[in-house]
C-alpha cells in the first residue's frame, strides 16, 4: 500500500466516507424501525429496496462480471427469489441449497457448486439436479466427480492471500502451484474438462491488492491449461466484497476501479463471474435487540443483550467489524458485549453505547443481513432472530 499523505483533502474524502458509512447506517434503521415498537425479540428487518439497489449497484460497477449470489450468506426463500428476479444467478454449498434452487425454479447450468470438497452423495445429488460445473482443489476430488458425473465442467481454487479480510478463508482451502500441476496431472488421466480458475480473497476484504494478484495468477493458469491441451472459458473472482462500517472500507466502485482494467487484459472468450454473498445482503439487513440486563464486575461495564453468539451474532466475538446504535442518546463508553446465554463464549467484544444504558434498551445493529439468522440456533431456550421483508 502506498502511504497517503495526510492533506486536507484525503482528510474531507476520508469524512465524506465516514458520513456515508453514517447516513447508510441511518437508512438502514429507519426502514427497521418500526418493528422496534411493540418489541417481541430479536427481529432482522431487511428491505427488498436495498436488496434490489445493491445488485444493481454491483451490475454497474462490474459490468463484465456476472454475479452469483453465495446463498450461504442469507438462504431466505423470499431474498433468492428477489435475487432471482434481479437477473443474479447462485453459487451453493450443500444438498439443501441445491434444493433451494431447485424450488426456486433456476436454470441449473448457471448454478455454481463451489465447495472444494463435497460428499459423494451431494455430488451425485447434484448431478441429477443438472449442475454442471464443480469446484475443485485436490486430485481427490477429481476423482470423486469423474466417478460420479464424468462430463463435469471444473474450475480449480487457487489459493490467494486473504491479509486485510476480517473473516480469512486461506488455509482451508486453494491449491498452491505445486496442487495446480498435481490437478491438471489427474485432470488429463480421467480425462476431465478443466475450464476455469477461482479464489476467494476472504471474506469482509479491504484489500483490494488481494483480488488483483488472485485475477493475475488465474491468468497464468490460463496460459498453463492452453499448453496442456485444455480450453479455459471461466474466470470466477469468489466473494469477499465489503460492507461500509467504518467508512474506510474500499466501495464496490473503489474495487471495480482497480479490478476492471485487470479483467480487460483477459482473453475475450474468458466468462468471468463473481460470487458475492455479504455485500449483496449484508446492508440490506438491520437486526434489533434488547439489553437484558447491564453488570459492573471490577472496573469493567458489561451489557448482556437478548441474543448473543448462538443468537446470530457469532462474528461479533471474533473481532468484526459492528455497529451498535442504542436508542437512548448520551455520551459514549466502553462496555464489554455479552449474550444471554449461560456460556461463557457467549461474549460479542467491547463496544461503545452511552454510559446510561439500561435494562430494556433497544440496540439496532446494521449491516447484518449476512451470516446473522443463518448461523444462529436456540441452544439454551433463547429464540433465535426471526426475520421480515419491508419494501
Ligand atoms: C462464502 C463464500 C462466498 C461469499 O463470500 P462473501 O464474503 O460473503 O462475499 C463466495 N464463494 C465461496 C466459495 C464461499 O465459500
Given amino acids: 500500500m502506498t502511504d497517503l499523505a495526510v492533506t486536507p483533502t484525503v482528510v474531507s474524502a476520508l469524512n465524506k466516507a465516514r458520513l456515508l458509512a453514517e447516513e447508510d447506517a441511518r437508512e438502514q434503521i ?39 449470489f453465495a446463498v450461504k450468506a442469507n438462504p431466505d426463500a423470499e431474498i433468492l427469489s428477489i435475487f432471482h428476479q434481479q437477473g443474479t444467478c447462485f453459487e451453493v454449498a450443500s444438498i439443501a441449497e441445491i434444493d433451494a434452487m431447485l424450488a426456486l425454479g433456476v436454470d441449473m447450468e ?34 470423486k466427480i469423474a466417478a460420479i458425473k464424468p462430463d463435469a465442467k471444473l474450475y480449480l481454487r487457487i489459493q490467494v492471500s486473504n491479509e486485510g479480510s476480517s473473516w480469512p478463508l486461506a488455509g482451508k482451502f486453494g491449491a498452491s502451484s505445486k496442487g495446480v500441476d498435481a490437478l491438471i496431472d489427474i485432470c488429463k488421466k480421467l480425462d476431465m474438462q478443466l475450464c476455469g480458475a477461482t479464489f476467494h480473497v476472504g471474506s469482509q476484504c479491504t ?20 499448453a496442456e491441451g485444455f480450453s479455459p472459458e471461466l474466470l470466477n473472482l469468489g466473494g469477499g466484497y465489503p460492507l461500509q462500517f467504518s467508512g474506510q472500507e474500499p466501495s464496490i466502485e473503489d474495487i471495480a476501479a482497480v479490478i476492471n482494467p485487470e479483467l ?18 449484508g446492508s440490506a439487513g438491520c437486526l434489533i435487540s434488547q439489553v437484558v440486563g447491564i453488570a459492573t464486575r471490577d472496573s469493567a461495564r458489561w451489557v448482556y443483550l437478548d441474543t448473543g453468539v448462538y443468537g446470530g451474532l ?42 446510561n444504558t439500561e435494562a430494556d434498551d433497544i440496540i439496532f445493529m446494521p449491516n447484518l443481513g449476512a451470516y446473522c439468522t443463518t448461523c444462529a440456533c436456540d441452544f439454551n431456550g433463547f429464540p433465535t432472530p426471526t426475520m421480515h421483508m419491508v419494501d
Avoid at 466475538?317 to 442504542?326: G, I, M
Fill in 207 to 226: 484489500n483490494i491488492h488481494n483480488w488483483v494478484e488472485g485475477i493475475r495468477a488465474a491468468n497464468g493458469i490460463f496460459a498453463q491449461l492452453i
Fill in 110 to 143: 448457471t448454478v455454481f457448486y463451489s465447495n472444494p470438497i463435497k460428499s459423494s452423495l451431494s455430488i451425485k445429488h447434484g448431478a441429477a439436479s443438472g449442475i454442471v460445473w464443480y469446484c475443485v482443489d485436490t486430485p481427490e476430488e477429481v476423482e
Fill in 314 to 355: 457469532m462474528e461479533l466475538s471474533q473481532n468484526f467489524p459492528a455497529t451498535l446504535v442504542s436508542q437512548r442518546t448520551g455520551e459514549a463508553g466502553v462496555w464489554t458485549m455479552a449474550g444471554p446465554t449461560c456460556d461463557s463464549i457467549d461474549v460479542l467484544g467491547k463496544h461503545r453505547l452511552p454510559i
Fill in 30 to 68: 429507519a426502514f427497521s424501525a418500526a418493528y422496534a415498537d411493540n418489541y417481541r425479540g430479536p427481529v432482522l428487518v431487511v428491505s427488498a429496496q436495498r436488496l434490489r439497489r445493491n445488485v444493481q449497484r454491483f451490475m454497474a460497477a462490474l459490468p463484465r462480471v456476472r454475479p452469483h
Fill in 264 to 281: 480487460d487484459l483477459l482473453p475475450k472468450s474468458i466468462q468471468i463471474m463473481a460470487e458475492p454473498g455479504r455485500y449483496l445482503v
